[in-house]
């Protein structure tokens, strides 16, 4: 995945633009188009009407995710693998079952 | 990837809270938070002092990505690479080289 | 407002740190921060439950508006009149009455 | 300033959209745009370039943040009078003064 996406930015020559400061903003741009798509609806009409805007929407900000971590030289598969082990340290299922504001 | 995210979740018993408005609004969050550690800061120094942080936060939003994307019954891998071919579509090679406002 | 506000800043030596985009950035935090407090919430419910958290949030954003406006040597309240009256040539009254999308 | 806006939008008959969640996603989305001016840009080209645009990005979050403190029944102007009351204590000038993570 990551290596399609650097041969996409390599071949119209984006790298040089791509500060990491930048890159996290267009992350937080992105997810805004995502939240955009929900705005005056409510989650259920949304999804079913606007499921594929969404979903590109989506692929937005996960392509941006992907850029920036390689760019930082990291493995974001390894990384959410990480974080999901941290994760589970710090909301253990016996404590955190079923409590909304840890998920 | 998904499965162990969903593990995860469903081990908690989270999913009951996860409609996709609140996803989408939790993805921005987390957007926001690795925007944060760039605030005030340099670009060069926010990477060479929070690499990790960095990493962290970056793992923070693909997790919800992933999550989004799984409740919505698609499959992000798939989702990105329908959404590069489309941007070279709309970006061709010879009209977006070296253009920072397509990137 | 303004007065008060950059006062505040110049007390303690701030507006040196103060450049246009990281204010940006800054208003878009707090943005988030606000966002927050209806995370996993409907509402109605973080209305009544978190008003207080609510309205501080919301001074923050407004504050970091204040701010960048000044340093742009705007007066903010006139650029809202400016605006509204845009905004009443783009959704005029009888086109956009009731009309969710608009507002 | 709080009644020209609350004249605009009833004129419109467009309060009953306007949810306090809903309000707080719409001053988000308004942040990013203000935000997004500055993507691949350095602050000074964003401000010297793109001055106007960005005053109207400024006047759109200042909207929608007047228009939810006036549905929480709240005076903003009051409530960023308490929040720099607030922040003072927080932020005492002897310790905060030139501190960049403070501002």
């Known amino acids: 995945m990551t290596s399609l996406i650097n041969d996409f930015r390599d071949e119209r020559n984006w790298r040089q633009f791509h500060n990491a400061k930048d890159l996290a903003l267009s992350i937080s741009l992105?997810?805004?188009?995502?939240?955009?798509?929900?705005?005056?609806?409510?989650?259920e009409s949304a999804v079913s009407?606007?499921?594929?805007?969404?979903?590109e929407e989506l692929a937005d900000v996960t392509i941006y995710c992907?850029?920036?971590?390689?760019?930082?030289?990291?493995?974001l598969g390894q990384e959410i693998v990480r974080k999901v082990i941290k994760n589970g340290e710090k909301y253990p299922v016996e404590k955190s079952?079923?409590?909304?504001?840890?998920c």
């Open 30 to 43: 992105e997810a805004s188009e995502l939240l955009e798509v929900f705005q005056w609806r409510t989650s």
């Open 49 to 55: 009407e606007h499921r594929n805007e969404l979903l």
């Open 66 to 75: 992907l850029q920036l971590a390689s760019d930082l030289d990291a493995n």
């Open 97 to 102: 079952r079923g409590v909304a504001r840890d």
